[in-house]
């Protein structure tokens, strides 16, 4: 099956730190990836589109300067967390859209705390 | 977007059947009634989905009303890996990129 893997799985920073996430899949090429945030308790929640070779597209709310995604190849994308703060505390979880079931395959996600 | 309704929490007792109901009374006739759900700590795994038809597979069942306004998914037999939380996603028969809705799932607790 499709498998997504994300890198680190946890991270601790310091506030005002930048903190670099990637999502690759592992075993299929996906021009589409999407990025989620998931606060304790709550359901995910879509923070952007991330395509290859283009800009990506961000949902209302989600600032794009705090946030920089990347996908510059059809198995990486990459979210920046910039100047990270105490409130970007979160579990950030990737997907990666089949080629060819139109499905989404998920990543492990990647837990950030920010002191 | 069509909107899907779920219950907050479910309980069950290992090794007995579940059933996890979700209304989609807004449906429409190009979306597909997807399931996924979410272990403590990890990323959304993929369930099963359909259309019309209920469907099988290794993991679950899923019985779709005859006027698509809900749907079941069900777990034969709970195992207390099973705990998790269910979310009911409606995703348009289109090919493309589609943004998924979570809403906020059903936490679903098997008791020993």
């Known amino acids: 099956g499709a498998v997504v893997s994300q890198h680190p799985s946890r991270v601790i920073c310091k506030s005002g730190t930048s903190v670099k996430i990637e999502c690759r899949s592992l075993?299929?090429?996906?021009?589409?990836m999407f990025w989620y945030r998931q606060f304790p308790k709550q359901s995910l929640m879509l923070m952007a589109t991330?395509?290859?070779?283009?800009?990506?597209?961000?949902e209302q709310g989600v600032e794009k300067d705090k946030f920089l995604i990347n996908h510059a190849s059809l198995t990486l994308s990459t979210l920046t967390v910039t100047s990270a703060h105490p409130e970007d505390s979160s579990f950030y979880i990737c997907?990666?859209?089949?080629?060819?079931?139109?499905?989404?395959?998920f990543g492990p996600g990647t837990r950030l705390t920010v002191l | 977007d069509a909107k899907t309704t779920q219950p907050n929490s479910m309980e069950s007792n290992e090794e007995e059947p579940v059933h996890l109901p979700c209304n989609h009374s807004?449906?429409?006739?190009?979306?597909?009634i997807h399931w996924y759900r979410q272990l403590p700590s990890q990323g959304p795994e993929y369930v099963i989905h359909?259309?019309?038809s209920n469907v099988n597979n290794r993991m679950a069942s899923l019985a779709i009303a005859e006027d698509r306004k809900s749907s079941t998914l069900i777990l034969h037999r709970a195992t207390l890996r099973d705990a998790a939380v269910y979310y009911c996603?409606?995703?348009?028969?289109?090919?493309?990129?589609?943004?998924?809705?979570f809403g906020q799932g059903t936490r679903l607790t098997i008791n020993p």
């Open positions: 997907s990666a859209l089949g080629q060819v079931s139109n499905e989404q395959f």
């Open positions: 075993d299929f090429q996906a021009t589409t």
């Open positions: 991330s395509n290859e070779g283009s800009k990506a597209t961000y």
């Open positions: 807004t449906i429409s006739g190009t979306d597909y």
């Open positions: 359909g259309l019309t």
């Open positions: 996603i409606l995703i348009k028969r289109i090919q493309g990129a589609q943004k998924l809705v």
